[in-house]
């Protein structure tokens, strides 16, 4: 990292006494408190103020830094950035977390009190939000020049509480909270164009009669560990064009400026409360195109200011995009070049395909995000003339030259596909429009990258055999360990004496103390420490007394049908039916944790939720099992519950229907922090088992192989279920009725998606699971034996860093020398 002329590196910090006097000065003169009146939540701004009066200084000299246009900076755009909290991670990369626990204390306030003041940006649904976030901390703190681009949603994703145990949502204004972080940019505004028509003159395109919308970034800074570099996540927000338009006015189209004003306001308002299923509506695609157009605008503008000319676009730009949801980029950069910029077409290709990379996160097929070729002709009616142009070309060149005379090959392949009844529309596959317009495709484990390779795009991947490549995903170890679990960082610190924060594969010199008593011993207090704080945080949020000795078995993630929370549903109805059979069983006393948001209209998956809370109100207050079993569902996943129940975690339930999980970035979290992965060989699970060893996994079911042979010939769910006599009771007594008894019928979307389809296979891989649960008791029984296993799962994660992730991307794909 030496090719930096201004050393961010010399990372210079601050004492005690002068956050203290800081914090003094803010309370004092800006927010006008004396210290001794100030809440928690006073000291929480002051705080906040401070982090970014030292944030905007380091931007300015990281802008001065990287004035002379010497580097290539990294444009990631994401519709989600699932940030978190970020007083505590700032203080932390900063330097002065110590020091501003020390001065907060002496005003006499804990700074852990004054950190649960901040809300939690919701800015993303789940794993592919949160994966954009871990992304920027490593960027930057690998001294990556970057840019994050996306949208400032008012309406984050919805709030989720239970009542009698069903999900209710509410909106998520969390902006209307104090939140000092984001500093409007209006100088940076852009204006959008939707609607309007095409004109061709003299074989030049024009788009007229628009309707305009106004873009405003808010930025948020974004640090880095051990450097003073600070990069920018840049949201935009929609706004109505200033001033009256007389234009439309005169022309007796009132009705369109007001139009303008209802879009405008419309644009920004709402995240799209699904996780891997897209919404077929208008306005998420001018959402999607709205942050293309305004993110592709900015990065051009400061292109044009520190260079001359368009050669060295290529080699100074690159943009990522995360999943299709931005794949409208393609068409506008296109746009831009051509209509603007006066290059052939044929060039302005070239010049896309050399700056566009693109990351595939599902092959669900569901998920993967068509438009009607009229929708898009009517919202980017230029978008959709350049998409054909590209098809064109793509089949007619490319396709042709490969493929000789192929016309199956060329529908296959086509960005548009053909309804098979006429009366249908025709639609536009952004998969394809992505792959085709980029310079690189990626996968987000091992596995998935395959299976993007031979199902997904087998034909792309035999034409640009080079083309498709593999980045597993990773997690920053700043807030995924250092952050959220203080303990054992400072175990770890102690331990290795070395830097592992900013070189995660450091944690393997841990497996020489797995098998040491004093550390194992250490080690365990520290989790039964973690556990007890979770305790208190279940006792608060569920009114539940949970015992921090029990095994706490934790599944935290959005609800899915191929996530099977149904699965672990099904398998604790079992584990309490063997304890009422026999109160006396001598086994380990279990907690089961859920934390999950079902997306609103996803009426499965909500089915599931109320059926986990009416188990847990069941278990949790029957006496006769005297305690040996608890089931826990807390509300509200999001970032900071997560790094509440993380560090407390004995188990992480990772049991996708393999060949469905892309990767999953929970499971890397969890095994950090010392828990055991119950887990079927799918996603980045495949990967932590080769780091951890068989021997310290509890791995089971059916591999993707085999899922596929018992596809091919005929899946039966029902003759599971008559063949396997504990399942068929549980399955029964959930049909039954007894759960639910104001309402018998509750858990029929439920049973009968597992008995009639199972599409999932749950309960062909239930035998096999219950067996796995059987092992980590035995396991649980032996405590050198867990400790060790635990140990060893913490230090086997260094290939799961985030800062791994991103030296994959910038060796393999952005062509970023470090
Ligand atoms: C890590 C994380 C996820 C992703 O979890 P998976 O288990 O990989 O699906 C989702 N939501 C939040 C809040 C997270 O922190």
Redesign the pocket.
């Known amino acids: 990292m030496s090719r930096m002329n201004v050393d961010l590196n010399s990372v210079r910090t601050m004492d005690t006494a002068q956050v203290e006097q800081g914090i003094r000065r803010i309370l004092e003169q800006s927010l006008g408190v004396e210290p001794d009146e100030a809440t928690p939540g006073d000291y929480w701004e002051a705080l906040s103020l401070l982090v970014r009066e030292i944030n905007l200084d380091r931007i300015r000299n990281t802008r001065r830094e990287e004035k002379d246009g010497s580097v290539r900076r990294v444009y990631y755009l994401s519709l989600e950035f699932?940030v978190g909290r970020l007083l505590g991670n700032n203080l932390h990369n900063l330097g002065i977390y110590h020091q501003a626990e020390k001065a907060t204390a002496s005003f006499g306030v804990n700074l852990s009190d004054v950190l649960e003041y901040e809300t939690d940006p919701a800015l993303g649904n789940?794993?592919l939000g949160?994966l954009a976030a871990c992304f920027l901390d490593s960027l930057t703190t690998l001294n990556v020049p970057a840019f994050g681009y996306g949208i400032n949603y008012r309406f984050g994703l919805f709030k989720q509480g239970f009542v009698g145990g069903k999900q209710v949502e509410s909106p998520d204004a969390w902006r209307e909270d104090s939140f000092p972080w984001g500093i409007e940019k209006p100088k940076r505004k852009q204006v959008v164009r939707l609607y309007g028509q095409v004109r061709e003159v003299d074989g030049k395109a024009y788009w007229d009669d628009t309707q305009e919308v106004l873009g405003v970034p808010w930025d948020l800074p974004v640090t880095g560990y051990n450097t003073e570099r600070v990069n920018t996540l840049r949201l935009w927000e929609g706004r109505a064009t200033e001033g009256f338009d007389l234009n439309s006015f005169d022309a007796g189209r009132y009705q369109d400026s007001r139009f303008r004003e209802i879009l405008a306001e419309n644009i920004s308002q709402v995240l799209y409360p699904n996780d891997s299923h897209p919404e077929g509506k208008e306005l998420r695609l001018i959402q999607q195109y709205f942050f293309v157009a305004c993110s592709l605008a900015d990065l051009i503008a400061r292109y044009k200011r520190e260079h001359e000319g368009w050669e060295q676009f290529t080699s100074k730009v690159v943009i990522q995009l995360n999943d299709t949801h931005p794949a409208i980029a393609v068409p506008e950069l296109l746009r831009i070049l051509m209509d603007e910029e006066d290059f052939v077409f044929t060039k302005a290709l070239e010049i896309c395909r050399s700056v566009f990379c693109y990351t595939n996160h599902t092959l669900l097929p569901e998920a993967l995000e068509t438009w009607s070729q009229g929708l898009i002709a009517r919202v980017l009616p230029r978008h959709m003339q350049l998409i054909y142009k590209i098809n064109y070309h793509f089949l007619h060149n490319e396709v042709e030259k490969h493929w000789p005379g192929d016309h199956q090959m060329k529908n296959r392949l086509s960005i548009i596909e053909e309804p098979n009844n006429p009366a249908e529309p025709q639609m536009v596959r952004m998969a394809y429009l992505s792959v085709i317009g980029s310079h690189k495709v990626n996968g987000v484990a091992a596995l998935h990258s395959s299976l993007v390779k031979q199902k997904l795009f087998p034909e792309f991947d035999e034409l640009w055999p080079d083309k498709i490549v593999n980045v597993t995903n990773g997690v920053t170890p700043r807030r995924w360990l250092a952050n959220c679990n203080p303990e054992l960082a400072e175990l770890i610190d102690s331990t290795l004496k070395s830097d592992w924060q900013s070189d995660l594969a450091r944690l393997g010199e841990l497996k020489v103390w797995a098998d040491d008593p004093e550390f194992q011993k250490k080690f365990a207090r520290i989790k039964r420490d973690n556990k007890v704080a979770l305790a208190s945080v279940i006792d608060e949020l569920c009114g539940v007394k949970v015992n921090p000795d029990a095994i706490f078995d934790v599944q935290?993630?959005?609800l899915h049908e191929y996530k099977r929370q149904q699965l672990n549903l099904l398998h604790i109805m079992a584990v309490y039916r063997r304890l009422l059979e026999d109160p006396d069983l001598d086994v380990p006393h279990r907690v089961f944790i859920f934390a999950a948001k079902a997306a609103p209209g996803y009426l499965v998956a909500k089915n599931i939720i109320y059926a986990i809370n009416r188990l847990a109100d069941r278990v949790n207050n029957d006496r006769r099992i005297r305690d040996k079993l608890k089931v826990i569902f807390l509300p509200n996943?999001?970032?900071s519950l997560?790094e509440k129940i993380i560090p407390a975690a004995d188990v992480s339930e990772q049991i996708s229907t393999a060949g469905f999980e892309a990767s999953?970035?929970?499971?890397m979290?969890l095994a950090l922090n010392g828990a055991l992965t119950i887990g079927t060989m799918d996603g980045a699970n495949v990967e932590i088992a080769e780091e951890v060893g068989e021997e310290n996994i509890f791995i089971f079911g059916k591999t993707v192989e085999e899922v596929s042979d018992l596809r091919q010939r005929g899946y039966n769910p029902r003759d599971i279920y008559q063949h396997n006599e504990e399942l068929k009771a549980v399955i029964d007594w959930l049909a039954s009725g007894d759960l639910s008894p104001d309402e018998p019928d509750a858990f029929r979307p439920l049973v009968e998606s597992l008995l009639d389809s199972d599409y999932f296979l749950t309960l062909a891989d239930y035998q096999s699971y219950s067996d796995a649960h059987d092992r980590i008791v035995k396991a649980w029984k032996a405590p050198s034996y867990w400790w060790r296993m635990a140990i060893i799962n913490t230090a086997s994660m260094g290939k799961f860093s985030s800062d791994r992730s991103i030296v994959d991307y910038c060796k393999t794909i952005w062509n970023i020398g470090l």
Not at 664 to 667: C, R
């Open positions: 699932l789940g794993g949160r935290i993630k959005r996943y999001r970032v997560a999953g970035t929970g499971n979290k």
